[in-house]
C-alpha cells in the first residue's frame, strides 16, 4: 500500500440503507460483573443520537455492547433485524465503524497508514487494495483536516491530531452506521464544532446513522436528534434534547443545580451550572492558623 500518489479526494458515497439498533433487556459488563442493569433502548435509523451522563454510568459499555466488543450476559441488540452477536465480524465491520476509547496504532504507523486500516473489512484474497480504497482513504484525509500531516508518525503527533486520525479511520470504513466513544476528547473547540458539523452533515445528506458520547450537554443539545441520560448503568431519559435536559435531570443525574435557557439561534437547551449538589471531592481542609515566631538577634 503506497504512501503518496494518492489522488485527489472526490465525494463521498451515500450509504443504501442505515438500520438502527435496538438494545432489549441487556445486561452487560467486564469480569463477571453487570454494568448495564436490564437495558431496553431504541437507537432509530437514520439519527444522530448522543448519549449522556456521568462518568463510570455505562455510556461506553452500552456502546461497546451495541459494536460487538462486549457480549451481553443477558438480552439481545440487534441492528437491522439482525442480531447484533451473530455473524461474522468482517460482515458487521461492514454495517457499522466503532471509535472507542483509548485504542492504540501499531508502532511506526503514519497517519495514513491508520486511516488504511478502516478499508480492511472491504477486501479479501481476491481484491487487497483498489482504486476505491484509495479514493475513500483521501476523502477521509480531507474531511478530517489531515492532508498535511498524512505522512507523520503517530507518535509526533498531539492528543487532537491523534484523535482526528483515528476518526478518519472510522470514517474510511465507510459504514452507514458509526459509534463514537467521546470523539471530541483532545479537540480543541474549534475542531470539536468541525468534528460535530461533520457528523451531522453525514447524518443529514448521506442518512448514516450516528451514536456518539459526549460530555459537553451543550453541544449534545444541539447537535442531536435523540438524547440518551444515563445514571448508574440505567437508561434515565430517552427523547429530544428539550425534553430530557431538564433542571430535574441535572439534579438527579449529575447532581448539579442549573438554569436551562434556551439558544435563540436553535431553539436548543443551554445549560449554566449554578453549584455542585453532591460532594464529589470530598471536603475541603480545615483552615489553621500558625504562627510565625520571628527571631531577632
Not at 217 to 246: C, F, H, S, W
Request: charged share 20%.
Amino acid at each position: 500500500m503506497p504512501r503518496s500518489g494518492r489522488p485527489a479526494a472526490t465525494g463521498w458515497r451515500p450509504c443504501a440503507n442505515c438500520p438502527g439498533f435496538g438494545v432489549k433487556r441487556v445486561c452487560s459488563g467486564y469480569g463477571g460483573t453487570a454494568v448495564l442493569k436490564d437495558v431496553s433502548v431504541e437507537l432509530p435509523a437514520g439519527q444522530l443520537t448522543v448519549i449522556v451522563g456521568p462518568n463510570a454510568c455505562g455510556k461506553s459499555t452500552l456502546l461497546r455492547t451495541c459494536g460487538r466488543l462486549l457480549d451481553p450476559m443477558s438480552g439481545e441488540v440487534t441492528l437491522g433485524d439482525d442480531p447484533i452477536h451473530r455473524g461474522s465480524h468482517r460482515a458487521l465491520a461492514r454495517k457499522l465503524a466503532l471509535l472507542a476509547q483509548g485504542a492504540i496504532a501499531p508502532p511506526g504507523f503514519v497517519v495514513e497508514d491508520l486511516i488504511a486500516l478502516g478499508r480492511l473489512p472491504h477486501q479479501h484474497f481476491l481484491h487487497r487494495w483498489r482504486k476505491e480504497d484509495e479514493t475513500t482513504v483521501v476523502a477521509a484525509i480531507g474531511r478530517t483536516n489531515l492532508a498535511n500531516l498524512r505522512f507523520r508518525d503517530l507518535e509526533t503527533l498531539s492528543g487532537g491530531q491523534r484523535q482526528r486520525a483515528w476518526i478518519a479511520l472510522a470514517l474510511a470504513q465507510d459504514t452507514p452506521v458509526l459509534l463514537l466513544d467521546e470523539p471530541a476528547t483532545f479537540l480543541d473547540l474549534a475542531a470539536q464544532i468541525a468534528l460535530l458539523d461533520l457528523a451531522r452533515g453525514l447524518n443529514r445528506r448521506e442518512g448514516r446513522g450516528i451514536v456518539m458520547i459526549l460530555h459537553d450537554l451543550n453541544l449534545a443539545a444541539r447537535y442531536a436528534d435523540q438524547i440518551v441520560m444515563m445514571k448508574a448503568g440505567e437508561i434515565v431519559a430517552v427523547g429530544p434534547p428539550a425534553e430530557v435536559i431538564t433542571r430535574d435531570a441535572l439534579r438527579q443525574v449529575f447532581e448539579v443545580e442549573a438554569d436551562i435557557l434556551t439558544d435563540p439561534r436553535t431553539g436548543t437547551p443551554v445549560v449554566v451550572p449554578l453549584r455542585v449538589i453532591g460532594q464529589l471531592l470530598g471536603p475541603e481542609p480545615a483552615c489553621e492558623t500558625a504562627s510565625l515566631a520571628v527571631a531577632t538577634a
